[in-house]
């Protein structure tokens, strides 16, 4: 269901490689639509900030508040296919 | 009032006009059970991890105007709009919405007929609003009820469902679910917008859900309590999610809750035992001694007693697990596991089924919907029944307390404790093979909500045991009796035809002891004699009618109440030269058997419920008995190689 480009690898704006304790803003998601949508309707999407709060060990998921007050836990693999930004300092 | 599970069709599109549908919709965990519960005084199933609702349960209810209606409790859903599986949670609310509408439509009724109340936990409310400007959308009549008012007040914070109604453009209600008044409250507001529909109400789709949440939940206080508060579900995840201490706990967690279950569990099923006892007695009082008394007494009530010896572990495991899940911990258990079930090919949303599985698969599989990938839950629907569910106990008992007599207490805990692990290695493995072949393809990786920390409350919790065991006597106990009646047929009617010596036991011209000679040639390389075959035709239904069926292959009275004696005369069967038939190679290789083998037709029952058909069921009794089969003649034989007696 994941389409298929570059799979897992963790580059420099994929939410996967965000940094502990870091408040990213979700700017796309490589995704097929109909994942896309349900993520966005979960509370995921587009413009969402997100912080990283944990991860779990072996490469396991991450757990991240959004600014919407949810909570996930985010399968690794899926994290990378979210791009993110750094947030900017003045919302919250 | 009464509440029964149902399937996803509303009961006014069955019972005709005059009824007003009442649909409880919102996101898993939002309190919608609860607040059902409330309501209703009734019987869904409340907990605090996604997707928990498992069938739409339904209930009548008067209103204050006098009228009646049915209320709803839907799963948990994220989206009217997204693409979901139909035979998911989501799918199941989500065509229960669809098909609502379509009645009102076809029957010509107005929208009032019907209302949506989307239950919103305010804590989160901008998530909440997501959903509500969908359901604005698709133009539903709608009523928001916010829940968890007792939370927000205890934060310090405060809700204007004034404004916030002003904006949507439909009414607002905000309760708690722990306090009585919440069911008048919900009742008046449903009352009034059924009332009021025709004039007013126009729910207003153009909102930001993140921008009116902050409009309207501000802070009214801020002392240390309701900062502790605050900061209470972040700071027992610092330690419960702990990269060291976390998983520790996790382990430790688990191992007590099914410590609980088989230490509270023994004296109450050692109680139904003598209840069981007691009725037999009388029974032979009233029958005396006949083919009809034996029926009766070692056919129907045999298995009415094995239904009766499951029910303590049902109810104290739906105890504990509902106790995690109300809690907010079984998601973080989830999140703990979701790395090792990805290597298989199923991701933490399996970790909840594939638990329950250690009591009975089949609520497991009816929990298998919360996994929303269709590959993924098919997967774990599969291999639940190698998971080693609380009936192959008595049998397990029996093999080690006839082969391992000789060895220490502490080395058959061992080799009882294996038996688990290697319930739960098989599943693992079968599960890596499966997604690699008959489940083949790729699925949607994790993602979860994970719901604020509460206390559970005792009476929902109650609530759910008293399902459970209701639900277990119906889906199970029937199954049970009647596999138990038809297995006394097979062993007590004479096969026309066969002969036997006169002072050999009338079992052995049975029908099930035929077929169990017929099947020695087949089952020799295990080391299982007819005896045994008689045993495991006798488990086909039930797995824990083996102990019963051998007690009365080997003469032994009431062989399941005291397995001792029976375990004595499998020690002391000699073949004609005077060497044992069973030797403890044969044991290990009965357990391989017992392991692997889905000997239970209340299982399969439940995969062709939730799998729509006999494919899948008939696939899973052809790999489990294969695969045990195979492990079994290969324990025999290495066995044998290797010197075991």
Known sequence: MVDGTDAGDANATSLASAAIGARVRITSARLDGDIAGWLAAVGLHEGEEVTVLRRAAFGGPLHVRTSAGGEFAVAKELAARLEVTPASEDRR | ?645
């Open chain 2, 1 to 645: 009032m009464s509440a029964a599970p149902s399937s996803p069709a509303p009961t006014s599109s069955r019972s005709g006009h005059g009824r007003i549908t009442i649909a409880l919709v919102g996101r898993p965990n939002s309190g919608k059970s609860s607040l059902y519960n409330r309501v209703t005084g009734g019987n869904a199933r409340v907990g605090n991890y996604p997707g928990i609702t498992i069938d739409v349960l339904e209930a009548e209810i008067d209103l204050p105007s006098g009228a009646r209606a049915v209320i709803a409790d839907l799963p948990g859903l994220y989206s009217v709009e997204a693409t979901v599986a139909s035979d998911t949670d989501e799918g199941v609310a989500k065509s229960f919405i669809e098909r609502l509408r379509a009645s009102a439509t076809a029957e010509g009724a107005d929208a009032a007929r019907f209302l949506v109340v989307q239950v919103i936990d305010p804590t989160r409310l901008a998530l909440g609003l997501r959903l509500t400007r969908e359901l604005a959308k698709s133009k539903l009549p709608l009523l928001i009820a916010l829940t968890h008012k007792d939370v927000l007040a205890a934060e310090g914070r405060e809700v204007d469902t004034a404004g916030l109604s002003d904006a949507l453009g439909v009414p607002v209600v905000l309760v708690s679910a722990r306090h009585a008044d919440a069911k008048p409250a919900l009742l008046a507001a449903i009352d009034d917008h059924l009332r009021d529909h025709e004039r007013t109400h126009t729910p207003r789709p153009s909102f930001d859900p993140a921008e009116l949440a902050r409009a309207v939940v501000r802070d009214v206080s801020s002392t240390a309590a309701t900062r502790r508060r605050r900061l209470f579900t972040e700071h027992l995840d610092s330690v419960l999610l702990h990269p060291l201490v976390g998983p520790f706990l996790f382990v430790a967690l688990m191992a007590l809750v099914f410590a609980a279950v088989f230490l509270v569990a023994d004296p109450v099923t050692g109680f139904f035992d003598e209840l069981v006892v007691f009725a037999r007695t009388g029974l032979d009082k009233l029958l005396g001694k006949g083919l009809f008394a034996s029926f009766v007494a070692d056919g129907v009530l045999a298995g009415a007693g094995t239904v009766l010896a499951f029910m303590p572990q049902i109810v104290i495991l739906t105890v504990a697990l509902e106790l995690l899940e109300a809690s907010g911990y079984l998601a973080r258990g989830a999140f703990l596991v979701d790395r090792l079930l990805r290597v298989l090919g199923l991701s933490g949303r399996s970790f909840l089924p594939l638990l329950m599985g250690h009591a009975c698969a089949v609520p497991a599989i009816s929990a298998t919907r919360v996994v929303r990938d269709p590959r993924e839950r098919l997967t774990t629907i599969l291999v639940l029944p190698l998971m080693a569910c609380s009936a192959r106990l008595p049998t397990y008992a029996l093999v080690l307390g006839a082969f391992f007599s000789g060895h220490s207490a502490l080395f058959r805990a061992c080799v009882f404790v294996g038996l688990y692990f290697a319930g739960i290695f098989a599943a693992l493995v079968a599960s890596f093979v499966l997604r690699r072949s008959a489940t083949k393809g790729k699925s949607l990786p994790l993602v979860l909500e994970m719901p604020a920390y509460r206390v559970p409350q005792a009476s929902v919790i109650a609530r759910k045991a008293s399902q459970a065991a209701r639900r277990f006597l119906r889906d199970v106990g029937t199954t049970i009796v009647i596999a138990s009646a038809a297995l006394w047929i097979l062993l007590s009617i004479p096969m026309p035809g066969a002969t036997r010596e006169p002072d050999a036991p009338e079992i052995e011209s049975s029908i099930a002891a035929t077929v169990g000679q017929a099947l020695e040639p087949v089952t020799r390389p295990a080391g299982f004699d007819w005896r045994v075959n008689v045993g495991l035709i006798g488990s086909f239904g039930a797995r824990e009618l083996m102990v019963a069926t051998m007690g009365v292959v080997f003469g032994v009275e009431d062989a399941e109440d005291d397995a001792a004696p029976l375990a004595e005369k499998l020690r002391e069967a000699k073949k004609p030269d005077g060497t044992p038939v069973y030797g403890m190679r044969t044991g290990l290789a009965l357990l391989a058997f017992f392991v692997l083998a889905c000997q239970c037709m209340s299982t399969v029952a439940a995969i062709r419920r939730e799998t729509g058909g006999w494919r899948w069921p008939a696939f899973v009794i052809g790999y489990t008995y294969a695969l045990g089969y195979v492990v079994a003649v290969l324990v025999y034989q290495i066995g044998g190689l290797l010197g075991v007696p």
